[in-house]
């Protein structure tokens, strides 16, 4: 299906270890020093595999997705193929799938942007279609360093530059840090169970409320609405 896969690691991953597990014509893999910018280097290996189209997809997202729904992400593959931004995000039954810490701190953003787009959506998922021409757009003018910050920032750069935004939504997007360190997808039991146990920990809401602060002003500061302004 794919040309090249290009995936950017923690330093400490194990690059050749992973290189064998992965089927592609082309392989690229690379460690990143700064993790906030992680999104921002497979978006530049991606580029310079000479693919036309590129989707991107956090990794844990992409298991599951493969696991549990694979003919769902088939289909919004070859639909991210053939749109200039694709943003994709998760329906309604996999968003409720989520701790609420996540899912009431993202609500602000996805209200917010959704307004400035025309469109509701969902942008915390992660998951992005795109073209060549746009991809090497964002290489160029893409500058955040907040947590998640390109989620916002990726789409606000494009509809800054008049790119047409497309929008889908998927199952197979639900709560995948449920499954960590299990040898298969977890089940609904399991995501409900461990959803409860991160919500009772007030670092996670500090956490997510962070990112949030951070995702909208790396949206604003794109469509040149605000000024970058360092967090302490």
């Known amino acids: 299906m794919f040309r090249a896969v290009s995936v950017v690691l923690p330093t400490e991953a194990p690059c050749a270890q992973l290189a064998d597990e992965v089927g592609a014509t082309r392989q690229q893999f690379s460690s990143a020093t700064n993790w906030s910018r992680a999104r921002y280097e497979a978006l530049r290996l991606a580029v310079e595999s000479g693919a036309s189209a590129i ?21 919004v593959t070859e639909t991210a193929a053939y749109t200039p931004f694709l943003v994709v995000g998760r329906s309604p039954q996999a968003y409720s799938t989520y701790p609420l810490a996540i899912r009431e701190t993202e609500r602000p953003i996805n209200r917010l942007f959704s307004r400035i787009f025309g469109q509701d959506m969902d942008l915390c998922a992660a998951t992005r279609g795109m073209s060549r021409d746009v991809a090497g757009m964002l290489l160029e003018e893409s500058a955040s360093d907040a947590t998640f910050g390109v989620d916002t920032e990726w789409p606000a750069l494009a509809f800054r530059r008049g790119v047409g935004l497309g929008y889908l939504e998927a199952d197979g997007l639900d709560w995948e840090s449920a499954d960590q360190y299990q040898d298969t997808a977890a089940d609904a039991a399991r995501q409900t169970q461990l959803a409860a146990l991160y919500d009772r920990d007030p670092e996670n809401w500090s956490f997510r409320v962070r990112a949030a602060e951070g995702m909208i002003q790396s949206g604003l500061v794109a469509l040149g609405r605000c000024r970058a302004v360092s967090a302490t």
């Not at 997809?57 to 729904?69: G, K, P, S, Y």
């Open 55 to 75: 989707e991107y997809v956090d990794m844990d997202h992409l298991l599951r997705w493969i696991e549990t729904r694979s003919d769902e992400w088939h289909k």
